[in-house]
């Protein structure tokens, strides 16, 4: 009923960017927290980039400088522009949310499909 559909990952050379889309769409009431997420071969997912429903931005250490967080409350979706990309920042992207449905009353986290992000050096 609900989903999220991310778009933009691709092969890039190191200190190129990228720009990713999601876009949270069905049987949506409010949106609270989105964020980008990211995977590594090996590792454990982690956290990239989050924004609050009022703006508020929190990024990796990692990322900090290079990427951009934002998003469109009206439309239902979060950016990740990323910039001065690194070998080190490849991995599976994924989108993430925490929705409440209509008719619902508990908030719970979505999740994307995830997009592949290739930085060759």
């Known amino acids: 009923q609900v989903q999220l559909v991310e778009s933009g990952g691709g092969l890039v050379q190191a200190g190129g960017s990228l720009r990713l889309a999601c876009t949270a769409a069905?049987?949506?009431?409010?949106?609270?927290?989105m964020g980008w997420y990211r995977q590594a071969p090996g590792k454990q997912r982690e956290l990239v980039a989050s924004?609050?429903?009022?703006?508020?931005?929190n990024y990796a250490d990692a990322v900090k400088g290079r990427f951009t967080i934002s998003r469109d409350n009206a439309k239902n979706t979060v950016d990740l522009q990323m910039n001065s990309l690194k070998p080190e920042d490849t991995g599976v992207y994924y989108c993430?949310?925490?929705?409440?449905?209509?008719?619902?009353?508990?908030?719970?986290?979505?999740w994307g499909q995830g997009t592949q992000v290739t930085v060759s050096s």
């Open positions: 993430n949310a925490a929705i409440t449905r209509r008719w619902y009353k508990s908030e719970r986290d979505y």
């Open positions: 069905g049987d949506i009431f409010s949106i609270n927290l």
């Open positions: 924004v609050t429903s009022g703006g508020m931005k």
